[in-house]
């Protein structure tokens, strides 16, 4: 079982950016694809990027332009920049360590406590 430790988030202002942090412990993080998936208000929690075991990195419409992902394995960390920052990227944003089965991300129960992005001015 891996632990997950979101951080990074806060309040920003429209058109501003941020950088999450998500770090691992308790297995060998270079051997998930990390997923961070976003979940607001009423809503349900939906997956907007993955980085897979080699760097291979997808992205979903709603960040799609907006995002970067990337991971660094000697620190167990995968990173998440979101730039052009809108009122309805104002979410919680959680991490998942998980698979790849053709090309699509699978998700496991490995979920973090999410770190809260609020964009308004």
């Known amino acids: 079982q891996v632990q997950l430790v979101e951080s990074g988030g806060g309040l920003v202002q429209p058109g501003g950016s941020l950088t999450l942090s998500c770090t691992a412990s308790?297995?060998?993080?270079?051997?998930?694809?990390m997923g961070w998936y976003r979940q607001a208000p009423g809503k349900q929690r939906e997956l907007i990027a993955f980085?897979?075991?080699?760097?291979?990195?997808n992205y979903q419409e709603p960040v799609r332009g907006r995002a970067h992902i990337s991971r660094d394995n000697a620190k167990n960390t995968v990173y998440l920049q979101i730039n052009r920052l809108k009122p309805e990227d104002t979410a919680v944003y959680y991490c998942?360590?998980?698979?790849?089965?053709?090309?699509?991300?699978?998700?496991?129960?490995?979920w973090g406590q999410g770190t809260q992005v609020t964009v308004s001015s």
């Open positions: 308790g297995s060998d993080f270079s051997m998930y694809t």
């Open positions: 998942n360590a998980g698979g790849l089965s053709g090309g699509n991300y699978v998700s496991t129960d490995n």
């Open positions: 980085i897979t075991r080699g760097r291979g990195t």
